[in-house]
């Protein structure tokens, strides 16, 4: 009887390069597996103040003040990572004195609300942006971020501001359209500054 020998089913082996190449990607996403942290804890508080909202929304994170104030600051690539963000970007700088045109939309079960404004931002590197409304569909808009890094090693970033809409509305869908607006737009950028963190984790893990 005459055996043939069996095909290897191998994969015909890569280049030195190419082999290089995906095992870094296994050790990056290895490294990023096992340093991931827990998603941040965020509170959201809304209340009604005159025909406005008062919102601060607070979150715990686990990443350096450098790379938080670098995610605030992508301000041309907002509309990646933070939800109703259609448009966003620099008009103008003069030093911390910024000009910043956003463009978006809120919504609530059926009811969605468009956001067309211009603001002025001033930057504080490492400790906060405050926002003020130049021109725009809301009445009013004053607020901004805040940096705080805390005894633990742990950062506090905190986005508190006072939203007026141009559009009268019952007091009830004003308070919970802003509130579910900011909550979403913060949950966005806390996940982008984790993604970030974690990428940056295990680069400096794959580095040592």
């Known amino acids: 009887m005459c055996v043939k020998p069996v095909r290897s089913l191998a994969i015909p082996p890569r280049t030195l390069s190419e082999r290089l190449r995906f095992v870094g990607l296994l050790m990056m996403g290895a490294a990023a597996t096992a340093l991931a942290r827990p998603a941040a804890d965020i509170s959201v508080e809304a209340t009604s103040q ?4 008062q919102v601060t929304a607070r979150a715990l994170l686990h990443a350096p ?7 605030l600051t992508d301000y041309e690539h907002l509309p990646n990572f933070v939800p109703d963000i259609a448009f966003s970007r620099v008009v103008s700088r003069q030093g911390a004195q910024l000009v910043i045109e956003q463009r978006g939309d809120v919504r609530l079960w059926f009811f969605s609300y468009p956001i067309r404004v211009t603001v002025a931002s001033t930057e504080r590197p490492y400790h906060g942006i405050d926002v003020h409304l130049l021109q725009g569909n809301l009445r009013r808009l004053d607020g901004g971020y805040r940096i705080e890094p805390q005894p633990d090693g742990s950062t506090e970033l905190t986005w508190s501001g006072l939203i007026e809409p141009d559009t009268p509305l019952p007091g009830f869908i004003r308070t919970a359209l802003l509130r579910r607006n900011i909550s979403e737009q913060f949950a966005g950028m806390v996940r982008e500054i984790e993604r970030r963190a974690d990428l940056w984790s295990a680069r400096s893990a794959l580095s040592r």
């Open 65 to 71: 003040a450098e790379l938080i104030w670098q995610t």
């Open 50 to 53: 005159d025909a406005g909202v």
